[in-house]
Nanobody, 115 residues
Framework: QVQLVESGGGLVQPGESLRLSCASSRSIFNVNPMGWYRQAPGSQRELVADITNDGRTNYADSVKGRFTISRDNAKNTVYLQMNSLKPEDTADYYC?????????WGQGTQVTVSS
């Protein structure tokens, strides 16, 4: 089993930045891939970005060029650097990881982008 704990959400103004962190209870080398999803009110959960244990990344078109996913294997942590935030980025952000054919989710962290 894997526990994933997100942190770093908050309220920011448009154009500002936030960095989300996801700490894993297991070595993230074995949790593959790991990713960030988000869910806005009234919308389905959608993939934001994911990263494999060999560093390959994948991004939603809506965040390409603004968001960067990275992983620190020594700290068992995955990050999502979010720059140039827009009001439409407002959502609950969830960390996700796949381990031994099962998928695990964190509890979510809220990101609100508003002036």
């Amino acid at each position: 089993q894997v526990q994933l704990v997100e942190s770093g959400g908050g309220l920011v103004q448009p154009g500002e930045s936030l960095r989300l962190s996801c700490a894993s209870s297991r070595s993230i080398f074995n949790v593959n891939p790991m990713g960030w999803y988000r869910q806005a009110p009234g919308s389905q959960r959608e993939l934001v970005a994911d990263i494999t244990n060999d560093g390959r990344t994948n991004y939603a078109d809506s965040v390409k060029g603004r968001f960067t996913i990275s992983r620190d294997n020594a700290k068992n942590t995955v990050y999502l650097q979010m720059n140039s935030l827009k009001p439409e980025d407002t959502a609950d952000y969830y960390c996700n990881g796949r381990y031994r054919f099962s998928t695990y989710w964190g509890q979510g962290t809220q990101v609100t982008v508003s002036s």
